[in-house]
C-alpha cells in the first residue's frame, strides 16, 4: 500500500519561505516519479514542479522556476520543496503525488489525479 504523508506547511508573510516534504511508504528505489502540485478552492489543479527519481533533474512550472526547489532524499523515499520568496498568489492547498515504476521518465513531467498516488495535502497560506 502506497501512502504519501505531507508536512511542513503553515502560513508566512509575503517574502517568506517555508519546506514541504513528503514522506512516501509502499515503495523503494529510484525510478520512480514524484511531484508537488497545488489547488485552492475554485481553481484548477496546478503542476509545480516534478522530477523523475533516477537521475532526474526537476522540471519546474513557471511560477515556481527561480524560488522553488524540489529535492529527493538518498533513498529516493521523501521529496521535499523548498519555496523561497513566497507571494500571496503561492496560497493553495500543495499536494504530494506519485507514480510507482512508470514505464518511462518521460511520464513524470505532469500527470492527473486518476494517475498514481496522491497524498492528503497541507495548506499554504501566505500573507501580505
Known amino acids: 500500500q502506497v501512502q504519501l504523508v505531507e508536512s511542513g506547511g503553515g502560513s508566512v508573510q509575503a517574502g517568506g519561505s517555508l519546506k514541504l516534504s513528503c514522506r512516501a511508504s509502499?515503495?523503494?528505489?529510484?525510478?520512480?516519479?514524484m511531484g508537488w502540485f497545488r489547488q485552492g478552492p475554485g481553481k484548477q489543479r496546478e503542476r509545480v514542479a516534478t522530477i523523475y527519481t533516477y537521475k532526474g533533474t526537476p522540471n519546474y512550472a513557471d511560477s515556481a522556476k527561480g524560488r522553488f526547489i524540489m529535492s529527493v532524499s538518498d533513498d529516493w523515499n521523501t521529496a521535499y520543496l523548498q519555496m523561497n520568496s513566497l507571494q500571496p498568489e503561492d496560497t493553495d492547498m500543495y499536494y504530494c503525488?506519485?507514480?510507482?515504476?512508470?514505464?518511462?521518465?518521460?511520464?513524470?513531467?505532469?500527470?492527473?489525479?486518476?494517475?498514481?498516488?496522491w497524498g492528503q495535502g497541507t495548506q499554504v497560506t501566505v500573507s501580505t
Open positions: 503525488s506519485a507514480i510507482k515504476t512508470p514505464p518511462g521518465p518521460w511520464m513524470c513531467g505532469d500527470w492527473g489525479t486518476s494517475v498514481g498516488y
Open positions: 509502499g515503495f523503494t528505489g529510484a525510478g520512480n516519479c
